[in-house]
């Protein structure tokens, strides 16, 4: 970890704090990586009101539907162009049994969701109803398999209803109304399996995952891509002793960081912090950039090749959950504080996608930073959500290096933040992306664009900021975060003057 001495306690400085900054941009350079779509992509686990109030309401509610899927979710997930959805858990999928989750509806039977608040469920949001939510969505499903209570039957049969043409799974799955086999990829064998998914010892689990995926089967040219279950945080041991014992048994091993003060104990709240609050959870967040580099060093000393891939299928804020709701349920409100946590991390997972394919925010609605937030058939947009709406142009371009002299940042719990991030990329239509964050509360930048090549003539942007960092959408009112255009640049020659007011997020389009 990244700290400075406690004799710094309390001191926000801007070490090397500059007027103007400079920033290099190298559109030129050549056989740069593409940035993965994954890298954006979502989480939906049966958690408080993720999945029933969420997505689902059923096809009888009166709130708008398509199917049973609430609309006004559907359309904003639509315009977010979300890549990758991971289902159903989460904690919840060691526990989950999928075969009371297909079938006529009625003949369901009702569970206990222990892990989240004792909530009891009816299990009418299944294997179909997920399925097809990706199809409607147009994104690939990520299935999280039960390791820690079910076994290699249970799951090895899961892949086969899910992806076989023919055969007694496959006619179970027709009998239940789709003929068609749906295409699954990516597949979790366990979640947390350190923790809620077993309590299992690394070098255990390393066995169990090896023998968990040598029976889920590719069926008629679907082809698995298999992930082991990966540490949280800090655990390097585990990525080692995984790597160690398994990794020529799997595609992707995961990982989870959470942008949390600790553990035990209050995790703060998500609204009305006070500013040495906001430097920490934001400079806590940006730790993620040592915590990847770590263990993409551990997988580089079994697997220099890359063929193996970090998955970050957990990440984002953790705080108390809102005054007089479910502590089991994980319902959080979102300001422009997490709206500078989401963009700061996107900036730092695009430098690291030679061996991050994928990462998935904690998670689509009403749980943890979530996209959306719902209450009966009132909607909220939260500061993420437009995060990942400017950002979704980072999809499957090709990154572009950027050189910044950013000046740093000494949080009050001795944590170190860049004061600037800037990160680039360019599509396939050629056009050039720069997203821009000012995390500082009370000071404009100006920075300073260069180019190897470009001119920059049609710049076209976008911005996001409040009055303050504790802003955030709720029910019944105006959005207080929401994007607007952006004309704050000035053309100097071949340079881009661009002033980035306090806390703010900007996205520029040449
Ligand atoms: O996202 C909430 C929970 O956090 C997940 O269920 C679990 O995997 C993690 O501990």
């Known amino acids: 970890m990244k700290r400075i001495s406690l004799l710094l306690l309390g001191v926000i400085m801007a070490v090397a704090a500059s007027a103007q900054v400079q920033v290099r941009i190298h559109e030129e350079a050549e056989n740069q990586p593409v940035i993965p779509a994954e890298i954006y ?27 049973g899927y609430r609309k006004d979710l559907v359309e904003a ?13 989460g904690c919840f999928a060691d526990e989950y049994h999928w075969m009371d989750g ?6 369901r039977p009702m569970m ?7 909530t009891v469920e009816d299990n009418s949001f299944g294997t179909h109803e997920f399925f097809n939510l990706c199809e409607l969505l147009d994104c690939e499903p990520y299935l999280s398999g039960n390791v820690g209570s079910g076994t290699v039957e249970e799951l090895a049969k899961w892949v086969e209803y899910i992806t076989a043409e023919e055969g007694t799974m496959a006619d179970l799955r027709k009998k239940n109304g789709r003929q068609e086999p749906w295409s699954l990829k990516y597949l979790g064998v366990g979640n947390e399996s350190w923790g809620c998914g077993g309590n299992m010892r690394p070098e255990f689990y390393a066995d169990m995952y090896r023998r968990y995926a040598t029976y889920c ?59 040495d609050s906001y ?3 934001v400079a806590k967040a940006v730790e993620i950039d040592e915590v990847l580099t770590n263990h993409e060093a551990i997988m580089d000393a079994y697997d220099p090749q890359r063929r193996v891939h970090l998955l970050l299928d957990e990440w984002g804020t953790w705080f108390d959950v809102e005054p007089g709701t479910n502590p089991g349920h994980l319902y959080q409100q979102n300001t422009m504080r997490d709206a500078m946590v989401a963009a700061m991390s996107l900036n730092i997972f695009h430098r690291h996608t030679d061996r991050l394919k994928m990462a998935n925010i904690a998670q689509i609605v009403n749980v943890l930073q979530a996209m959306i937030l719902t209450q009966g058939k009132e909607i909220v947009l939260t500061p993420t959500y437009h995060v990942f709406r400017m950002y979704n142009v980072h999809q499957d371009a090709t ?3 950027v050189d910044l002299n950013a000046g740093q940042i000494i949080s009050p719990s001795g944590r170190i933040m860049p004061d600037m991030s800037v990160t680039a990329s360019k599509d396939a239509e050629g056009k050039l992306h720069v997203s821009i964050v000012n995390p500082v509360v009370d000071k404009a930048q100006t920075l300073v664009l260069s180019f190897d090549d470009l001119n920059p003539k049609n710049v076209s942007g976008e911005i996001l900021a409040a009055d303050t960092v504790q802003s955030y959408n709720d029910f019944g009112k105006e959005p207080a975060v929401a994007p607007k255009a952006f004309t704050g640049f000035k053309k100097t020659g071949k340079t881009l003057t661009v002033t980035v007011p306090a806390a703010s997020i900007v996205a520029l389009t040449f």
């Not at 997930?77 to 858990?89: A, D, F, I, S, T």
């Not at 398994?246 to 912090?273: E, N």
Request: some cysteine.
């Open 217 to 275: 089967r590719n069926f008629d040219g679907n082809i698995l891509y298999k992930i082991a279950s990966g540490a949280s945080d800090y655990d390097y041991n585990w990525t080692k002793v995984l790597m160690d014992r398994a990794r020529g048994h799997m595609q992707g091993l995961s990982l989870h960081y959470y942008t949390v003060t600790g553990w035990t104990g209050p995790k703060g709240p998500a609204l009305g912090f006070d500013t």
């Open 102 to 107: 297909i079938g006529p509806k009625e003949n």
């Open 77 to 89: 997930l639509q315009e977010l162009k979300v890549p990758v959805m991971r289902w159903p858990g």
């Open 41 to 67: 992509g979502q989480f939906a686990e049966h958690l408080g009101r993720c999945i029933y109030d969420g997505i689902w309401v059923g096809p009888d509610s009166d709130i708008p539907n398509i199917n």
């Open 112 to 118: 206990i969701n222990s892990n989240w608040g004792g």
């Open 399 to 401: 990154y572009v290096p």
């Open 279 to 281: 430097y920490d959870i």
